[in-house]
Nanobody, 114 residues
Framework: QVHLVESGGGLVQPGGSLRLSCAAS????????MKWYRQAPGKQRELVAT???????TYADAVKGRFAISRDNAKNTVYLEMSGLKPDDTTVYYC????????WGQGTQVTVSA
């Protein structure tokens, strides 16, 4: 059975940093393109960052220069380093593993507030 478990969310002040983790079991992440999405209530899911199996990365314009996606295949884990956080970054963040199949985690809440 496949599980993706996000962690690392929480409450942070504007300008602060968080590191989200997405730990996988039941699949080998080496073979998956990995993506981080976020979705606020009542809004469409937004693609935040991607990292290919070859570790090529892309970012949404809203997070370029502030967020960094990385992967540690030895730990079967993907990360999203977030810095310079803004209140607009407040929402639930999801990781997604994509190959022939697509798997999703349950999400982790990030709240940016003074």
């Amino acid at each position: 059975q496949v599980h993706l478990v996000e962690s690392g969310g929480g409450l942070v002040q504007p300008g602060g940093s968080l590191r989200l983790s997405c730990a996988a079991s039941g699949i080998i992440l080496d073979f998956y393109h990995m993506k981080w999405y976020r979705q606020a209530p009542g809004k469409q899911r937004e693609l935040v960052a991607t990292i290919s199996t070859g570790s090529n990365t892309t970012y949404a314009d809203a997070v370029k220069g502030r967020f960094a996606i990385s992967r540690d295949n030895a730990k079967n884990t993907v990360y999203l380093e977030m810095s310079g956080l803004k209140p607009d970054d407040t929402t639930v963040y999801y990781c997604n593993a994509v190959s022939k199949n697509s798997y999703w985690g349950q999400g982790t809440q990030v709240t940016v507030s003074a």
